[in-house]
């Protein structure tokens, strides 16, 4: 469904524990993006990459972190500094070929985290 | 960095009436806003999108507007039926990466 999954679906995690949370997608996108959704608000951006090896803070990306070793993968750490991370996150990918000025951004079915 | 306002937090219109939900921009140099569907636990789904060269875009039911001047733009819904019922966000796009601003989304409720 769209070509961009993320794992697991739901994750629990005890206080002071680091989690990372899994996106790959096969659409050959360039650009991948890490949101978090709170109940009842928007989407807000943690994280984005628009190549390998590089990557960019968002709105709110203190406590957590990325890499971007591969194309297709866009790891998430939640970590122990993240004050307040029970929320919906969820994974999204675009294009930025030259050939399209737009970005049509394709998300993933998101990861569920609850901090214990 | 860009700004979205979006408006009405929550909307409920009968069934087959219309919808409409509004959204401003802060940044004049977004050229790209689409519209997001999310039905409960689910990930958000594209609807309909507008380029900033674009006054408007219909796709069957669904309609968006754009006033560049005014930094606005508008979501509607003809027809409304209950499997319309879900969050609606609306975003602009901006920066080398295209990255979205959202908005704090719209809870609309199509009542039968």
């Known amino acids: 469904d769209g070509g961009i999954t993320q794992s697991p679906k739901y994750l629990f995690r005890k206080e002071g524990q680091n989690v990372t949370l899994s996106c790959e997608q096969n659409?050959?996108?360039?650009?991948m993006y890490w949101y978090r959704q709170d109940p009842g608000q928007g989407l807000r951006l943690i994280y984005y990459?628009?190549?390998?090896?590089?990557?960019q803070k968002g709105d709110i990306a203190e406590g957590y972190s990325v890499s971007r070793e591969k194309k297709e993968s866009f790891p998430l750490t939640v970590t122990s500094a993240q004050k307040n991370p029970t929320a919906f996150y969820l994974c999204a990918s675009g294009t930025l070929q030259c050939e399209s000025s737009y970005n049509e951004q394709f998300f993933g079915p998101g990861t569920r985290l609850t901090v214990l | 960095g860009e700004n979205v306002e979006q408006h009405p937090s929550t909307l409920s219109v009968q069934e087959g009436d219309s919808a409409v939900i509004k959204c401003t921009y802060s940044d004049s140099a977004s050229n790209y806003f689409p519209w997001y569907k999310q039905e409960l636990g689910k990930r958000p789904q594209l609807i309909i999108d507008?380029?900033?060269?674009?006054g408007e875009k219909k796709d069957q039911r669904i309609a968006v507007t754009l006033n560049k001047t005014a930094k606005h733009f508008s979501l509607h819904i003809t027809e409304t039926q209950p499997e319309d019922s879900a969050v609606y966000f609306c975003a602009a796009s901006l920066g080398s990466a295209r990255q979205l601003t959202f908005g704090s989304g719209t809870q609309l409720t199509v009542l039968p």
């Open positions: 990459s628009q190549i390998v090896n590089d990557f």
């Open positions: 507008i380029r900033s060269n674009v």
């Open positions: 659409l050959n996108h360039d650009a």
